[in-house]
Nanobody
Framework: QVQLVESGGGLVQAGGSLRLSCAAS????????MGWFRQAPGKERELVAT???????NYADSVKGRFTISRDNAKRTVYLQMNGLKPEDTAVYYC?????????????WGQGTQVTVSS
């Protein structure tokens, strides 16, 4: 079965940086895109970045220019480099395969990794 494990979150001051990792295992042969989602307390989960099999990337307007998504196929890992962090970036970050409509492909979400940005 497919497993996705997020890591790399932590507490950082505004303006700081973090790099999140998503390690994948299992059969991902049918997956064409991966992405990072986040959910802040009291808010709905939102898609922040995607990377397709062809390498094309997309970002939410709120993170464009600050976040970079990348992938290392050999390591079966997706990364999210986050620079210039703001308090409003505070959330639990999750990785998942992404459908053509920008939704999480797998119904079961992992533990996520907490990102907290202090002012």
């Amino acid at each position: 079965q497919v497993q996705l494990v997020e890591s790399g979150g932590g507490l950082v001051q505004a303006g700081g940086s973090l790099r999140l990792s998503c390690a994948a295992s299992g059969d991902l042969s049918s997956i064409t895109a991966m992405g990072w989602f986040r959910q802040a307390p009291g808010k709905e989960r939102e898609l922040v970045a995607t990377i397709a099999s062809n390498g094309r990337t997309n970002y939410a307007d709120s993170v464009k220019g600050r976040f970079t998504i990348s992938r290392d196929n050999a390591k079966r890992t997706v990364y999210l480099q986050m620079n210039g962090l703001k308090p409003e970036d505070t959330a639990v970050y999750y990785c998942n395969a992404v459908t053509s409509r920008g939704l999480g492909y797998f119904g079961s979400w992992g533990q996520g990794t907490q990102v907290t940005v202090s002012s």
